[in-house]
């Protein structure tokens, strides 16, 4: 993918507006697509190529690239060089898959510690900054190599072929993007409407029903966080209006970054009369994943995408593709089962032990707004100087955010690092030393008392 390309998938809803020159792109198969075509095209070679394979010829594909990329972290990363030499590791002693144990689970926290420069590898040429607020509340800035939109998007149409879903039906979509300037806007890179989660239900159901009437007789998929799509599912089934429109515009309904618990799926299914489909990812691209049966809630990670692990019930994956900023043998964060009675910790398919949270605040005017949406979807660029985040909210319209800094210097400058705008919250900012846990130690997004020896750095008032 090139810098272009990169630009115009982060501004394209500002530049690029019109649905009619979508419909023309949209024709244009993704294997043709400049910036991203070789990528994508090497990708879907890889992902049929393993398909042909046997369980241990995957294996042995998956462990030279576990090695190439372990490799090439030891010679170009200053972190992981001094990781694995600390250590006294040789990479020579890797002779089978099962040997990568011997490689030290890596943390976010260990990377947030050793900061961008010292982790990514400095001569790739094409590497791209992002960030995550990570659904702990965990943030970290990294950078991906400029290849990570093919690879992924060959991936998702794989997806999608397994699933019965055209790779190009236009996407309607309900996240926590932050840079709307009106109710609802059009995607022509991504072909996708994106409609202002931060609104009222109301109004996003009459967003929906616009584009509908704006392209008619034109199938649609549904793509965002579960909690989201179930609202405005549920406030059409409540009005007894508008449900056969929808039943025959809608063709599948992808949900990701939330658990869907069953009864929301089974809601959003018979009302729509179209099926759910689940998938995992995640924004560090180590680890990409299908639920394998419907409602099973098991899921089967690409084999190509990277090598999946399960390390104390933890998801532990290797990214084969990210040469600027090597995830090798990196913790998620996220707690699962195991499916088979394998004692290796390698996995090819697993289970959520938990779901990742819906928890939600409420605006001025008592609306939802999804965490997931309002702090991981906005990607702020506070998340470059905290190691977590915390939200409290004691009355609608107001929250408090409790922030652990990477620096004891003055954090002022922090508030202006933090963008609700198009939300109608007040909030607050404090620093602390740590962040409140769980009995277990996990940290929450979500608190319900304030943490101890607070700092006040400053706050941002609507009128």
Known sequence: MSKLAFYLKNNSRRVLRSPLLGNILKRVPYSLRPGIAKSYREEVRRIYFLDKLTANEVGHWQLSEAKKIASYALQHSKFYGELYKSKGLSLDTIERLKDIRGLPVVTKSMLQDASLNRVGCKNVRSALSVNTGGTSGTPLSFSISSNQLGVEWANLHYFFKRWGLKWNTTRICFVGQVNLSNDVEYDVIR?????????????????????????????????????????????????????????????????????????????????????????????????????VEKNSYEYKASSSYGLTECVENELVATSFHNYAFPFIRYCTGDRIRRVSESQSTLIDSFMFDEGRASEYVLDKDNNKIQLTALIFG?????????????????????????????????????????????????????????????????????IDTAPEKVFFIGCNHLK
């Open 191 to 291: 072909d996708a409407y994106f409609i202002n989660t931060y609104k009222s239900i109301g109004q996003q159901v009459e967003c929906l029903l616009e584009i509908f009437k704006l392209n008619p007789n034109q199938m649609f998929i549904l793509h965002g966080y579960p909690s989201l799509i179930h609202e405005v599912v549920t406030e059409i089934r409540n009005a007894h209006q508008y449900i056969d429109i929808l039943r025959n515009r809608v063709s599948g309904v992808l949900l990701c970054s939330e658990f869907a618990p069953p009864h929301i799926r089974y809601e959003i299914e018979s009302t729509l009369g179209s099926r759910c489909f689940c998938f995992y990812g995640h924004s560090e691209r180590a680890c990409i994943a299908q639920e």
């Open 378 to 446: 906005r990607h702020h660029r506070i998340f470059e100087d905290v190691h977590s985040i915390q939200v409290m909210q004691d009355m609608p319209g107001s929250i408090f955010l409790y922030v652990v800094p990477k620096t004891q210097q003055d954090c002022s400058h922090l508030i202006k690092k933090i963008d609700f705008s198009n939300v109608d919250l007040n909030y607050s900012l404090y620093a602390v030393e740590r962040p409140i846990l769980t009995n277990s130690g996990k940290l929450k997004i979500k």
